[in-house]
């Protein structure tokens, strides 16, 4: 009995031992855990200037495929890719000994034909006149029927065989300027300043009618397109009907060098997948660096917005691409702790600084309220839940 007694008391020794270093091990293992110092700003309505950015694409105004009008071996083609052309430089020459031979041809077939005409018109003014003569005689029955007749008969002739030859001159006329201008297009010439895309035959080939022998491409102005949310299109027609609305350009070939130019068409109906409207606006490229083709960034001003719920930028941990009226991720304080918390974003203050890429503040469209604090400093590492220790406060809209 004793025995069981000591047996009992050990056990509950030892139990309470487990339970006291238990507890001094949860102990330890909170005082380890330590909150993350941050910093914070809280959500705030103010003052941006609207800025749009999106990705663009280059395009040329105008590319044509440069073809002949006519048939023939090519005699010349005097440029190649790449080469710049003014407008009226001639470009290609198609062997033109057949048609000035064809042409010679349909000019002497004129000369005969306006002969002809004279001897008609000779013609007719004669039969007219004696149908004229005999018409008074035989009001006094001074000739008889027959020879009324015959009179007649020889004027409608004339005058029949007049028309013919009238016919004839025009035909020949009409074949002469024909020829007179399958030879002009033997000359192949720029319609308008730009640049040779493609070269698609040599000399000595044969062409027929339309074949095409260069593609050109005009470049200045050259054309961005790109595409804006519904939300913002309205600004933008006000802009348009009110004046010019100025739009700025980037691309990788010259990271550092931005490229003015101007909006000038809106197009009329959205994209019904997207909820987006196309827009193109023009710049000046006279030294032809800027290349249809290449993509772009595209960046408008659309004026200041007042009373826009801003949040610091550097405060997003994710954001869709471009960052443009898509999404983002930032962690708030709620209760002490992170909270990853998903962000709908509108437009964004333009760069204040040389060599920015984006300015300080971004229009909140949904996901905070005023008044939120969020992290904008040690946020990198954080995960949801975690306990937060707020060691500085930075204003949200300077």
Known sequence: MMRTSLVIVLAAALCAGCQKDRKGGAQAGAAKVQAVPVKVAAI???????????????????TVEVASEVGGRLEAVTVRMGQQVKPGQLLVRVDDAQL????????????????????????????????????????RDLITRQEMDNVTSRRDTAAASLAVAQAQVSQAQARVGLLEKQLRDTRIRSPFAGWVQARHLDPGA????????????RKSPIVVRFKVGERHIGKIRRRLAGGSLPVQIHVDAYPKEPFTGTV????PALDAASRTVAVEAELPNDDGRLMPGMFCRVTLDLGESEGTLLLPLRAL?????????????????????????????????????????????????????????????????????????????????P
């Open 44 to 62: 705030e309505r103010g003052k941006i200037r609207i800025t749009l950015r999106y990705p663009g694409e280059l395009k040329a105004p105008e």
């Open 100 to 139: 000035r031979s064809q042409l010679q041809e349909a000019r002497a077939a004129l000369l005969v034909a306006r002969s002809s005409l004279k001897r008609a018109q000779v013609e007719d003014q004669t039969t007219a006149t004696e149908a004229k003569r005999k018409a008074s005689l035989a009001k």
């Open 206 to 217: 044969v062409v027929n009618p339309g074949t095409a022998v260069l593609q050109l491409v």
């Open 264 to 267: 000038v068409r809106v197009a």
């Open 317 to 397: 941990v994710t954001r869709s691409s471009g960052g443009q009226e898509g999404v983002g991720k930032v962690y708030v304080v709620q209760g002490g702790r992170a909270k990853l918390v998903q962000v709908q974003l509108g437009a964004e203050e333009a760069p204040t600084g040389p060599g920015q890429e984006q300015g300080e503040r971004g229009e909140v469209l949904a996901g905070l309220t005023e008044g939120q604090q969020v992290v904008v400093e040690g946020q990198d590492g954080l995960e949801d839940g975690v306990a937060l220790e707020v060691v500085g406060r930075v204003g949200a809209n």
